[in-house]
């Protein structure tokens, strides 16, 4: 089992910057996937960025270039650091684990993100 703590998000205006943070605890070891998605009122969760064990990281094209995901391997916690805030990132951030063999999804409780126009 594998527990997780989201926190970070919050209310900003447009153009500004936001880092999420996700403390996982529990079964950590066999962690093979770190990701963040979110979800818009009306839509379908989606995937917003990635990073695997050994680092290589993907991100929806929605948020190349503005966002990163990066993770501390020590403290088992993954980043999402938003720049450049548009309203459309608008959305509950949910973090994501993927661990054990064969691979079981962890979800996070989610953490608002509101960006003012």
């Known amino acids: 089992q594998v527990q997780l703590v989201e926190s970070g998000g919050g209310l900003v205006q447009a153009g500004g910057s936001l880092r999420l943070s996700c403390a996982a605890s529990?079964?950590?070891?066999?962690?093979?996937?770190m990701a963040w998605y979110r979800q818009a009122p009306g839509k379908q969760r989606e995937l917003v960025a990635s990073i695997i064990s050994g680092g290589l990281t993907n991100y929806a094209d929605s948020v190349k270039g503005r966002f990163t995901i990066s993770r501390d391997i020590p403290k088992n916690t993954v980043y999402l650091q938003m720049n450049s805030l548009k309203p459309e990132d608008t959305a509950v951030y949910y973090c994501?684990?993927?661990?054990?063999?064969?691979?079981?999804?962890?979800w996070g409780q989610g953490t608002q993100v509101t960006v003012s126009s």
């Open positions: 994501n684990v993927q661990s054990g063999f064969p691979p079981r999804s962890y």
């Open positions: 529990g079964s950590t070891f066999s962690i093979a996937v």
